[in-house]
C-alpha cells in the first residue's frame, strides 16, 4: 500500500507540473519549453512549520530525526540557535524569512509584505524569468501575496510562482459539497468536473490568482491525467499526508524548471493545532524523511548537481508544555520555547562543515540568499551570515 500510494501521489505530481509546463510553452507561442540553464548558483529553502528543540535536536529528540541528525549534521553548517523575534504566525514568519526584515502584516495573508522579497531581488536584479522562482507549499496560510511585496520598484511582475499541490482535492470537495453535489465526488467523471472547474478559475482560493500562475491556464489534457490519478487515491482509500505531494511536486518543477530559487514549505507538524502529539511527532519523521530524498535528488539531478545551497528551518519551535496557550498545541509563547528554531545549511555554500554557536536570526536568511547570487538587498536588517558563502 506505501509504495502504491507513494507512486500515484508521483504519477499525480508529474501529470500537474506537466500541466503547468505545457501552460507556459503555448503562453510563449512554442512547442517544446528550452532546456533548463545548467549554469549557476541554485539556492533550496525548506521550511516547516514549528517544531521545538525538544523534539529533534536535543537528546531526547534525535530518534525523530535519524537522517536530520545522522546523515546530514556531519556535512552541514549548523546553527542550533535561530531567533525568531517577530510575529510567530506562518504568514508574518515566512515572510521575514523572504524579506530580511521582520514583518507585521495580516496573519492570513490578506496583505502582502511591506518590503521585497528574495525572490524579487534576485528577478529585477538578475533579469530572470518567472520560472526561475517558485514557492510550493502545503500551508493554504501561505497566500500567493508572499511571492510579491507592496513594493512599488518590485512587486507582483517580479515575484514567484506559487503552488498550494493539496488545495486542488480539497477545494473540488468543498465545492461540490457546497453546491449540493456531494455525490460528485465518489463518482471520477464528475469529480474531473469538479476540479477542473478549480483549476481553471481565475480566483483560485479567493485570492484573485489562478493555479498556473498569471498569465496561463492548465491544459484539458492535463486535467483528465491528473484526476485519474487523484481520484485513484480516493479510491484505493490511500493515507495521503500533505507534505508528501508537495515534496512530489517540488521534485517535478526541479525536474522540468531547475529554478534557481526554490522554496518549499511543509505543514503536517501543524496537526499539533489538532492536539495529536502522535501526528506532530509524525509530521517530524516526516520532514526528516523528505528533507533526506531532496538532499538526495539534489545529488543526483544535473541542474543542481554541485552548485546547490540547501537551507533547512523550521518557522519557530512550539509553546512550553503547562503553559496557559496548551502547550504544543500553539506558538503564541513569547518565550524561547517558540521564538528559537534551528537552521542546516548543506551543499555549494557550506564551506566548512560545524556547529555555530552564535545566535543568529531568521531575517538573515534573506541577505544570505542574496550573497550567493551576488545580489545586495537595500534597507534589509538581517545580516548575510559569514559560514554561508559562494
Same mark, same amino acid.
Given at each position: 500500500?506505501?509504495?502504491?500510494?507513494?507512486?500515484?501521489?508521483?504519477?499525480?505530481?508529474?501529470?500537474?507540473?506537466?500541466?503547468?509546463?505545457?501552460?507556459?510553452?503555448?503562453?510563449?507561442?512554442?512547442?517544446?519549453?528550452?532546456?533548463?540553464?545548467?549554469?549557476?548558483?541554485?539556492?533550496?529553502?525548506?521550511?516547516?512549520?514549528?517544531?521545538?528543540?525538544?523534539?529533534?535536536?536535543?537528546? %531526547?529528540? @534525535?530518534?525523530?530525526?535519524?537522517?536530520?541528525?545522522?546523515?546530514?549534521?556531519?556535512?552541514?553548517?549548523?546553527?542550533?540557535?535561530?531567533?525568531?523575534?517577530?510575529?510567530?504566525?506562518?504568514?508574518?514568519?515566512?515572510?521575514?524569512?523572504?524579506?530580511?526584515?521582520?514583518?507585521?502584516?495580516?496573519?492570513?495573508?490578506?496583505?502582502?509584505?511591506?518590503?521585497?522579497?528574495?525572490?524579487?531581488?534576485?528577478?529585477?536584479?538578475?533579469?530572470?524569468?518567472?520560472?526561475?522562482?517558485?514557492?510550493? *507549499?502545503?500551508?493554504?496560510?501561505?497566500?500567493?501575496?508572499?511571492? $510579491?511585496?507592496? %513594493?512599488?520598484?518590485?512587486?507582483?511582475?517580479?515575484?514567484?510562482?506559487?503552488?498550494?499541490?493539496?488545495?486542488?482535492?480539497?477545494?473540488?470537495?468543498?465545492?461540490?459539497?457546497?453546491?449540493?453535489?456531494?455525490?460528485?465526488?465518489?463518482?471520477?467523471? +464528475?469529480?474531473?468536473?469538479?476540479?477542473?472547474?478549480?483549476?481553471?478559475?481565475?480566483?483560485?482560493?479567493?485570492? /484573485?490568482?489562478?493555479?498556473?500562475?498569471?498569465?496561463?491556464?492548465?491544459?484539458?489534457?492535463?486535467?483528465?491525467?491528473?484526476?485519474?490519478?487523484?481520484?485513484?487515491?480516493?479510491?484505493?482509500?490511500?493515507?495521503?499526508?500533505?507534505?508528501?505531494?508537495?515534496?512530489?511536486?517540488?521534485?517535478?518543477?526541479?525536474?522540468?524548471?531547475?529554478?534557481?530559487?526554490?522554496?518549499?514549505?511543509?505543514?503536517?507538524?501543524? $496537526? +499539533?493545532?489538532? /492536539?495529536?502529539?502522535?501526528?506532530?511527532?509524525?509530521?517530524?519523521?516526516?520532514?526528516?524523511?523528505?528533507?533526506?530524498?531532496?538532499?538526495?535528488?539534489?545529488?543526483?539531478?544535473?541542474?543542481?548537481?554541485?552548485?546547490?545551497?540547501?537551507?533547512?528551518?523550521?518557522? @519557530?519551535?512550539?509553546?512550553?508544555?503547562?503553559?496557559?496557550?496548551?502547550?504544543? @498545541?500553539?506558538?503564541?509563547?513569547?518565550?524561547?520555547?517558540?521564538?528559537?528554531?534551528?537552521?542546516?545549511?548543506?551543499?555549494?555554500?557550506?564551506?566548512? +562543515?560545524?556547529?555555530?554557536?552564535?545566535?543568529?536570526?531568521?531575517?538573515?536568511?534573506?541577505?544570505?540568499?542574496? *550573497?550567493?547570487?551576488?545580489?545586495?538587498?537595500?534597507?534589509?536588517?538581517?545580516?548575510?551570515?559569514?559560514?554561508?558563502?559562494?
Amino acid at each position: 500500500m506505501e509504495s502504491t500510494r507513494r507512486n500515484l501521489l508521483k504519477a499525480a505530481a508529474m501529470l500537474l507540473v506537466d500541466g503547468l509546463a505545457s501552460s507556459r510553452a503555448r503562453a510563449l507561442g512554442i512547442t517544446r519549453l528550452p532546456d533548463a540553464p545548467m549554469d549557476g548558483p541554485k539556492v533550496i529553502v525548506l521550511t516547516c512549520g514549528g517544531i521545538r528543540a525538544a523534539e529533534t535536536f536535543h537528546e %531526547d529528540g @534525535f530518534r525523530n530525526i535519524p537522517h536530520l541528525y545522522g546523515d546530514l549534521l556531519p556535512h552541514s553548517v549548523f546553527y542550533p540557535v535561530v531567533r525568531n523575534n517577530g510575529v510567530t504566525s506562518h504568514y508574518n514568519t515566512i515572510s521575514s524569512i523572504l524579506t530580511g526584515n521582520w514583518q507585521r502584516v495580516d496573519d492570513w495573508g490578506k496583505t502582502p509584505p511591506a518590503s521585497p522579497t528574495i525572490f524579487e531581488y534576485l528577478r529585477k536584479r538578475l533579469q530572470t524569468p518567472a520560472d526561475d522562482a517558485w514557492l510550493i *507549499s502545503s500551508n493554504k496560510a501561505l497566500t500567493s501575496q508572499i511571492a $510579491a511585496s507592496s %513594493d512599488r520598484a518590485y512587486g507582483p511582475r517580479y515575484g514567484a510562482n506559487v503552488v498550494f499541490p493539496k488545495q486542488l482535492l480539497i477545494d473540488a470537495v468543498v465545492s461540490a459539497a457546497t453546491h449540493g453535489r456531494v455525490a460528485q465526488t465518489t463518482d471520477r467523471t +464528475a469529480m474531473q468536473s469538479e476540479i477542473k472547474t478549480i483549476l481553471d478559475s481565475n480566483n483560485y482560493e479567493g485570492l /484573485g490568482w489562478s493555479a498556473s500562475g498569471e498569465t496561463s491556464n492548465l491544459g484539458s489534457e492535463m486535467h483528465s491525467s491528473l484526476l485519474r490519478a487523484i481520484e485513484d487515491l480516493v479510491r484505493t482509500n490511500a493515507p495521503v499526508t500533505g507534505d508528501e505531494f508537495t515534496f512530489l511536486v517540488s521534485v517535478e518543477v526541479m525536474h522540468r524548471f531547475a529554478p534557481s530559487l526554490l522554496v518549499i514549505n511543509f505543514s503536517d507538524v501543524e $496537526a +499539533a493545532h489538532f /492536539g495529536s502529539y502522535s501526528l506532530h511527532l509524525a509530521g517530524i519523521r516526516t520532514l526528516d524523511r523528505l528533507a533526506f530524498e531532496l538532499w538526495n535528488e539534489v545529488q543526483t539531478n544535473p541542474g543542481y548537481r554541485g552548485r546547490t545551497t540547501l537551507l533547512i528551518l523550521p518557522e @519557530f519551535g512550539r509553546d512550553l508544555d503547562g503553559s496557559n496557550t496548551n502547550g504544543f @498545541f500553539n506558538h503564541r509563547q513569547d518565550h524561547d520555547s517558540t521564538r528559537t528554531a534551528w537552521m542546516m545549511c548543506l551543499g555549494q555554500g557550506a564551506k566548512a +562543515a560545524g556547529v555555530i554557536g552564535r545566535p543568529v536570526q531568521h531575517i538573515d536568511v534573506c541577505p544570505t540568499i542574496a *550573497s550567493l547570487f551576488g545580489v545586495s538587498t537595500p534597507d534589509v536588517l538581517g545580516k548575510s551570515l559569514a559560514e554561508i558563502r559562494a
